[in-house]
């Protein structure tokens, strides 16, 4: 079994076009879905690449339209940068501990495709754009469409998350939580992300997106648009529509983690207390 470490990234493109290898990012979420027994090596069925030493996939750039944040960058990098939108900063405080941050990639988050991945429902609040590349082509993928079902995505065998691109916004009120076991260092039984635009008390944008209550982040963004335009007090005023609406597409499972009624009803109140910040 072939177990590769390119040292550029021109060379992990050649090689993953070359043969089926599984891509090893910082290896917090792969070392533990492939362990075997105690004080063994993990027990990988096909060769891998590993990435993380590929400085050309570490960098945060923002231009005029997107802020690119390259797919090597760690959680612990991408926090302590300037250019982190509040939102994303404010979820990688509390995600896993400093030394598993200082390993886990923001890729690796996303190519994980976990329902439960904390960074998620902020990159899809934040309309964010997964950048993929082979030797033949590069192509943008929003956030939504990459991450298809718990662990499936729509990404070839060729291809590699160069970046995530995070279009430029003015939404001004955000918000982060997350329930779980202990804040940082637990699977989330619930995330949320929340962001808003609010002007002379009327909802210019509005955006919310659920984690780990269904096979996917969940975005509702017909349900939005009736929020934009409204004022601040019919939104209070009709608060119990809104969360009954949103409450038909909350559908969480039961797990060893928490069951479905405490899931929902704690998503329905997160949504509740940031449409009641506004
Ligand atoms: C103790 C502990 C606590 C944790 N706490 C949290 C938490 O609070 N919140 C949370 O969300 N997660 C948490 N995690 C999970 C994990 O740390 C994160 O999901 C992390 O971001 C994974 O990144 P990685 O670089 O280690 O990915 P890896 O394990 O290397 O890879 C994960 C997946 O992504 C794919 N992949 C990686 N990079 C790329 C790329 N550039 N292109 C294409 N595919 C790629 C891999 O093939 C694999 O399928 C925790 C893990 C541990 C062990």
Request: aromatic share 6%; net charge negative; glycine share 6%.
């Amino acid at each position: 079994m072939k177990n590769l470490i390119p040292k550029t990234y021109a060379e992990a493109l050649e090689m993953l076009n070359n043969d089926n290898l599984r891509i090893l990012a910082g290896g917090t979420d792969l070392m533990i879905q492939n362990r075997s027994w105690s004080n063994m090596l993990p027990d990988f069925k096909t060769g891998t690449i590993l990435i993380f030493n590929l400085e050309e996939l570490k960098y945060m750039v923002q231009e005029e339209h997107f802020l690119h944040i390259g797919s090597g960058m760690t959680l612990e990098d991408i926090k302590d940068n300037e250019l982190t939108p509040k939102l994303l900063v404010d979820a990688l405080k509390i995600m896993a501990s400093p030394a598993i941050r200082n390993m886990a990639t923001i890729g690796g988050n996303i190519g994980n495709a976990s329902p439960a991945g904390d960074s998620l429902p902020v990159l899809y609040v934040l309309n964010a754009l997964v950048v993929l590349e082979s030797v033949e082509a590069m192509r943008d993928v929003p956030i939504h469409d990459f991450i298809i079902g718990p662990g499936k995505k729509t990404i070839k065998q060729n291809e590699i998350i160069k970046e995530i691109k995070i279009p430029t916004n003015n939404l001004t009120i955000v918000k982060f939580d997350k329930i779980g076991g202990r804040k940082a260092d637990a699977i989330s039984k619930i995330s949320f992300a929340g962001a808003a635009h609010v002007k002379n008390n009327i909802i210019q944008d509005f955006r919310v997106a659920f984690g780990a209550v269904g096979p996917t982040v969940v975005r509702k963004y017909d349900l939005e648009s009736h929020l934009v335009g409204l004022t601040l007090d019919d939104v209070s005023l009709n608060i119990k529509e809104i969360l009954s609406e949103y409450g038909k597409y909350i559908r969480p499972i039961d797990d060893q983690r928490s069951n479905k009624e405490y899931r929902k009803e704690v998503a329905l109140n997160l949504l509740e207390s940031f449409i009641l910040s506004l």
